[in-house]
């Protein structure tokens, strides 16, 4: 079949061409967005899921819902190596400036540039273009303690003051959450928390592995009535056939009925893995239907590709220490397992691995879905690891 129809497109935040399996929640998000725009009360809220389960794709298309309905938009992503007041300050300069170039001279928005401003030398920021393109004079005595649990709450006020005397909202969208230390996740929840007592018209949206729900809580005990946490996993198998056999059937090309449900078997209905699947079972296929054989080529060749990328590329950042401590993991099984049965396996203590349980978790490897318990946030890397380490008594030495 032509590789150039194929409809499939397997990529990090490379939005499907079904987004299937998603619709409750996008209502909700539109729900949420249009109360906040109309000035009434809508939480904020975090997508919690593991890796491959398309959060970024739900966000990007959030963050389209909120253009429509005539927001202003921010989307960062989190990382290691940048802090929160960094990744926020040019997005929201470039807003303001956008809020400034509306109408005629407001008042609210020179002040919200002000108050920017004041933040970005604050927490001094060495960020040359907030330096050079805010030719302005700061809000003295606002947002500029340099504690960002008192400067960012000042800060997104502002610009929610801002929006809203343009008549607009603002979407503020962050992915990868969980990388945000502990005092950067409590500031953007005291956020929130001003926000919503002042009934500004400003929401923020993010994305984030499983441990973000545990990070909330203890970051601020009141983070659960501010926010919400819906949980985004794999597909049902209705959802993930139709995510394979709808895309292909605007091109006239059908999977057979035993095709369909290997491809959801063999990736247990994650997204990504769909998408992976699909891709290299329609350029496999000589014609339609695309049939069981096809897809055994696919699995050979999509599980190939993963090794080289998505599970290598997380495997490099590993420590020798790591690479042990998952893959006594893998040994154990794909779901949730007790600490102490890991340690007995790598024939140490409990406590004498728990700095490279919590170095794991901080790398968004894996996270604890209970007091004590283990499991991989990255779905199918048991198999993975069994692969790349077929000798577990060799990662134990």
């Known amino acids: 079949m032509d590789p150039l129809l194929n409809p499939f497109s397997p990529g990090a935040g490379t939005p499907p061409p079904e987004l299937a399996g998603r619709r409750e929640l996008l209502r909700q998000a539109e729900l949420s967005l249009a109360r906040v725009k109309a000035g009434r009360a809508a939480k904020s809220f975090f997508l919690i899921g593991l890796r491959g389960v398309g959060k970024t794709v739900l966000l990007n298309r959030i963050q389209q819902i909120a253009e429509d309905?005539?927001?202003?938009?921010?989307?960062?992503?989190?990382?290691?190596?940048?802090?929160?007041?960094?990744?926020?300050?040019?997005?929201?300069?470039?807003?303001?400036?956008?809020?400034?170039?509306?109408?005629?001279?407001?008042?609210?928005?020179?002040?919200?540039?002000?108050?920017?401003?004041?933040?970005?030398?604050?927490?001094?920021?060495?960020?040359?273009?907030?330096?050079?393109?805010?030719?302005?004079?700061?809000?003295?005595?606002?947002?500029?303690?340099?504690?960002?649990?008192?400067?960012?709450p000042e800060l997104l006020s502002a610009v929610a003051e801002a929006a809203q005397d343009r008549g607009v909202a603002v979407a503020i969208l962050i992915d990868e959450v969980q990388y945000l230390?502990?005092?950067?996740?409590?500031?953007?929840?005291?956020a929130a928390h001003r926000i919503a007592q002042k009934q500004l018209p400003l929401i923020v949206i993010g994305a984030g592995l499983p441990q973000l729900v545990g990070l909330s809580g203890r970051s601020k005990s009141y983070a659960e009535r501010l926010f919400d946490f819906p949980a985004i996993g794999p597909l049902a198998p209705e959802d993930a056939a139709a995510a394979l056999a709808e895309p292909v059937q605007s091109e006239g090309v059908r999977f057979t009925e035993d095709a369909l449900a290997e491809v959801v078997r063999v990736t247990e209905g994650y997204p990504y893995f769909l998408q992976e699947w699909g891709y290299q079972a329609w350029n496999i296929a000589p014609a339609s239907p695309i049939d069981v054989e096809a897809v055994n080529e696919a699995t050979r060749r999509s599980i190939a590709r993963l090794d080289e990328s998505f599970f290598r590329m997380r495997f490099d950042r590993l420590t020798p220490r790591e690479k042990a401590y998952m893959r006594a993991l893998a040994e154990l099984g794909a779901g949730a397992q007790r600490s102490g049965e890991i340690a007995e396996l790598l024939g140490v203590k409990v406590q004498s691995i728990a700095p490279v349980r919590n170095a794991l978790i901080k790398k968004g490897m894996i996270y604890s879905p209970a007091h004590g318990d283990t499991a991989f946030t990255v779905p199918l890397f048991d198999q993975f690891m069994k692969r790349i380490m077929p000798d577990l008594s060799a990662a134990s030495a």
Not at 182 to 188: G, I, N, T, V, Y
């Open 69 to 152: 309905a005539s927001y202003q938009s921010v989307f960062v992503e989190a990382h290691e190596g940048k802090s929160l007041a960094a990744l926020l300050a040019a997005p929201l300069r470039q807003l303001l400036f956008a809020l400034d170039r509306m109408a005629s001279l407001s008042a609210r928005v020179k002040r919200g540039l002000r108050v920017l401003k004041s933040f970005v030398s604050g927490v001094k920021l060495r960020i040359q273009d907030i330096e050079i393109g805010l030719d302005i004079d700061p809000e003295r005595g606002t947002a500029d303690s340099g504690d960002l649990e008192a400067d960012l």
């Open 181 to 190: 230390t502990e005092a950067e996740l409590s500031a953007l929840i005291m």
